[in-house]
């Protein structure tokens, strides 16, 4: 198989059930925040050394990948969907649990903070605003086609999450929190 087709060389890309559409379509927009979200994610995992936070990214970054594959499937009925392109609420569930985990080793949050921090922090506070821009798309996207319910909650939720890890990296390394 080769990487390039030259079927997008007008502009144009094809998703499942819907044939070509422009590359600036909404549904490509929010598809495609979730591909950057999930390679800003690799790039972090590249700067940890942390097993368990590179482990929550690895099952993260699957489910970024299922959630790819869902925005892009316009199909009614997606009998055809496997495993690994199911996001479920059991996955939220995790991400709450992790949530929780990490602030137990943090100090309250009393005011705003700026991202910032080591390296890997840093990065993480990217992460999410990364991570918000994609939920920005998909809430434009679900504002004029279905979009199942578990992936806005599950993006938000993410958000959530990264900015945690942010937090908990940064204390885990040492580095103070700057207030603003």
């Not at 559409?21 to 940890?48: C, M, P, Q, S």
């Not at 990364?130 to 958000?159: D, F, G, K, Q």
Request: aromatic letters at 4%.
């Amino acid at each position: 198989m080769k990487i390039y087709t030259r079927t997008g060389d007008a502009g144009q890309t094809g998703l499942l059930g819907a044939g070509r559409v422009r590359k600036n379509a909404a549904r490509v927009e929010a598809y495609g925040a979730v591909d950057e979200l999930n390679a800003t994610l690799g790039v972090i995992r590249a700067a940890l050394t942390d097993p368990e936070l590179l482990d929550l990214l690895a099952s993260i970054q699957r489910d970024l990948f299922a959630m790819g594959t869902l925005l892009a499937d316009v199909r009614k009925d997606r009998g055809m969907e496997t495993e690994k392109a199911t996001l479920t609420p059991e996955r939220v569930t995790d991400l709450e649990r992790a949530i929780d985990r990490f602030e137990e080793e943090l100090p309250p949050l009393t005011r705003f903070i700026f991202p910032g921090g080591c390296e890997a922090g840093s990065r993480l506070h990217l992460a999410r605003t990364v991570c918000r821009r994609a939920e920005r798309r998909i809430v434009a996207l679900a504002a004029e086609e279905m979009v199942p319910a578990v992936i806005l909650v599950y993006v938000n939720r993410l958000s959530d999450l990264l900015f945690v890890m942010a937090r908990v990296v940064n204390h885990r390394a040492g580095v103070a929190e700057i207030a603003w």
